[in-house]
C-alpha cells in the first residue's frame, strides 16, 4: 500500500513553544489530508481537514489558532501546535487518501508529543 | 458520530479464527464499510472494505449481510501480532471524504 510518513514520532517541548510535525505521502499526491489527535485508553479523534492551497477545515471545538496545519503541497502538510501546554500531550496522527476512486486511508505512524 | 457499534472487547486463541461483528444499521445505499487496526502506539492500518459483495485480501475476508446492516471480519488464523484494537468505519469512500472512529474492538490474541 501507499506510505504517508510523519516526523518527528515523539517530541517533548517546554511549555509555552511550538512543535511542527510533518505528515508526507510518499508515493501518491494527496489533494486531502486529516490530522486527528489520539489521548491514551481513546479513540482517534479527527481534529481538521487540510486542503492543498487552502484553508483547513476544522471540526468543532477545535482551535484553529492553536492548531495551524499548513498544506502547502500535495504530498506535505505540517501542523503546528502553538503555545504547547501540557493538556495538549498527546498522540496526534495524519492520514491522507489518494485522489481517484474508492479508495482507503493511509496513516502515518503517529507524533508522540509531551509538553513539560 | 461514528454510527456503528462494534463490542468492546473479544478474546480469540492463537491459530483459531477470529470473527469481529459490527452493526451499522443506518447504513447509506452508497456508504462502503471500511475496517482499520490499531496496534498499540502505532497509527491505524488498512484491512480492508466492501460495499455490498463478501471481500477476501491477504489479510482477512469481511463478510457482509444482505440488508448491509451488520458486517464481520474475519481473520482466518489470528496470530499474537493481531492484538489490537479493530475499528469499523462506514464511508463513502472519496479522497476527501474523512474516516470518523468509533471506540472500536479490542481484540487480544491469547497463546
Known amino acids: 500500500g501507499a506510505v504517508v510518513s510523519q516526523h518527528p514520532s515523539r517530541v517533548i517541548c517546554k511549555s509555552g513553544t511550538s512543535v511542527k510535525i510533518e505528515c508526507r505521502s510518499l508515493?501518491?499526491?494527496?489533494?486531502?489530508m486529516f490530522w486527528y489527535r489520539q489521548f491514551p485508553k481513546q479513540s482517534l479523534m479527527l481534529m481538521a481537514t487540510s486542503n492543498e492551497g487552502s484553508k483547513a477545515t476544522y471540526e468543532q471545538g477545535v482551535e484553529k489558532d492553536k492548531f495551524l496545519i499548513n498544506h502547502a503541497s500535495l504530498t506535505l502538510s505540517t501542523l503546528t501546535v502553538t503555545s504547547a501546554h501540557p493538556e495538549d500531550s498527546s498522540f496526534y496522527i495524519c492520514?491522507?487518501?489518494?485522489?481517484?476512486?474508492?479508495?482507503?486511508?493511509?496513516f502515518g505512524q503517529g507524533t508522540r508529543l509531551t509538553v513539560v | 458520530d461514528a454510527k456503528t457499534t462494534q463490542p468492546t472487547s473479544m478474546d480469540c486463541a492463537e491459530g483459531r479464527a477470529a470473527n469481529l461483528p459490527c452493526n451499522h444499521s443506518t447504513i447509506s445505499g452508497n456508504e462502503y464499510v471500511y475496517w482499520y487496526r490499531q496496534i498499540h502506539s502505532q497509527g491505524p492500518q488498512y484491512i480492508i472494505h466492501?460495499?455490498?459483495n463478501n471481500e477476501t485480501n491477504e489479510m482477512a475476508s469481511l463478510i457482509i449481510t444482505e440488508d448491509r446492516k451488520s458486517s464481520t471480519l474475519i481473520l482466518p488464523h489470528a496470530t499474537l501480532r493481531d492484538t489490537a484494537v479493530y475499528y469499523c468505519?462506514?464511508?463513502?469512500?472519496?479522497?476527501?471524504?474523512?474516516?470518523?472512529f468509533g471506540t472500536g474492538t479490542l481484540l487480544a490474541v491469547q497463546p
Open positions: 492520514s491522507a487518501r489518494s485522489g481517484r476512486g474508492i479508495t482507503e486511508a493511509f
Open positions: 468505519i462506514r464511508n463513502y469512500g472519496g479522497a476527501t471524504n474523512k474516516l470518523i
Open positions: 508515493d501518491f499526491q494527496a489533494t486531502t
Open positions: 466492501g460495499l455490498k
